[in-house]
């Protein structure tokens, strides 16, 4: 599909989560009508209902009405009651691969890919490219906390998307500028293989336009090695990261008086200015960067950028601090991946240095867990305690092979727990937290629910028990 022409009345069935709710918000700001289904209630369901968008919870054909298109998350499967009932009734019936082509028809695409960083990311450049002007059109996989949205229509010729590679969903994209933050095996249930994975990023990057770039994170082996392959075959390439030899370099890094971190920024060697975060962790100076580089690209002064990512809060679900109530902190991070969950353990630290790390971890995905089991066992070691809960099995099926107990068994620490539910995870935090606790919770499922559960037990003045 080259275009959206021709049609009007737009369904989407799986729109309440991030990308599908971002590509409605975007549909809407259109001009398009647009209706959705889920399976169930949710934030952004919520959320989009507020904006004028109806959602229907479960899935019936009814839920249809009148729409001329059809758009699936890929996570809704082929025999789902909606899609068959479209099939029979003629109406084209799309996936978000096959969709995106269409919706970023026009623009000047600006596709954020990697394992871990591209929703920070993306995030970053959208809020630059505001600061600057440039009136950008964006899709975001969480809420921008500044912007306090995760897409919006811009009159600008640029597209802000971030570039998903399950099920090679990035490679309906052609960007005029592309992003690789790093590139780590992930979703074995997509990719059979890391050497798979690394060949999907190496199509992608061939997906740019001609007299396009390349932002590639220099301190990572393979998107490096991916942006050497691309560099060698013509392309435009510009390195970014902590490694000497990078176009775009920081240093120095170091927690500020806020809580974030700082680091001073070189290009070509020769130094640009300090870079001032209200975000913890080294990781995110590094994906300051690539922001950077991109706003450079586009010829966005520096001080712009750098004033922007000063007013950067973060993403909803990266680092988003829940709450605090009776002394304790409350944090949740969409970390799923060992590499994330140690990033993750380390901006904590860094943040907030002298507090107990309680983490909680909902993991997810049974493939995931079965592909990563050895990097996942010796990912916590900057926790001072971690609460496992049952593995969050999203898409898949549970074929009783492993559990979050088996996890617990075998996790390489000495202070390791196990929930049977959500709510147990409630109880046995309540009975244990004490003054100066953070709470951590991790994953990409539901386990943020834990940490508004347990704010709404704890009293908003004053201080719980101490732990005995």
Known sequence: ????????RIHIVGIGGAGMSAIARVLRGRGFTVTGSDRGEGLLVTALRAEGIPVAVGHAPENLGAAELVLASSAVPDENPELVAARAQGVPVLRRPEFLAALTAGYDVIAIAGAHGKTTVSGMIA??????????????????????????????????????????????????????????????????????????????????????????????????????????????????????????????????????????????????????????????????????????????????SRKALETFAGTERRFEILGEAAGVVVVDDYAHHPTQIKAVLAAARQRYPERRIIAVWQPHTYSRIKALWGEFLAAFEQADRVLILPIYAAREVDDGTVSHRDLAAQLHHGDVVVAESLADAVERLAAEIAPDDLVLLMGAGDEYLVGRQLLARLPANGCVEGRA
């Open 127 to 304: 809020t630059i490219l505001l600061a600057a002007g440039l009136d950008p059109t964006f899709i975001v996989g969480g809420v921008v906390a500044n912007l306090g949205t995760n897409a919006r229509v811009g009159q600008g010729r640029h597209f802000v998307i971030e570039a998903d590679e399950y099920r090679n969903t990035f490679l309906a994209l052609e960007p005029q500028i592309a992003v690789v933050t790093n590139v780590e095996y992930d979703h074995p249930d997509s990719f059979p293989s890391p050497k798979h994975l690394r060949l999907a990023f190496g199509e992608f990057v061939e997906q740019i336009r001609p007299g396009g770039l390349l932002v590639a994170c220099a301190d990572d082996p393979v998107a490096h090695a991916v942006g050497a392959s691309y560099h060698a075959n013509g392309g435009r390439l510009v390195r970014y990261g902590r490694s000497a030899g990078a176009t775009w370099q920081v240093t120095g890094l170091r927690a500020n008086e806020s809580g974030g971190v700082d680091g001073v920024v070189w290009w070509e060697g020769h130094e640009i200015g300090l870079l001032r975060l209200q975000l913890p962790g080294e990781h995110n100076a590094v994906n300051a960067l690539a922001a950077v580089a991109v706003a450079s690209a586009l010829e966005i002064p520096w001080e712009t």
């Open 1 to 8: 599909m080259a275009d959206l022409t021709g049609f009007q």
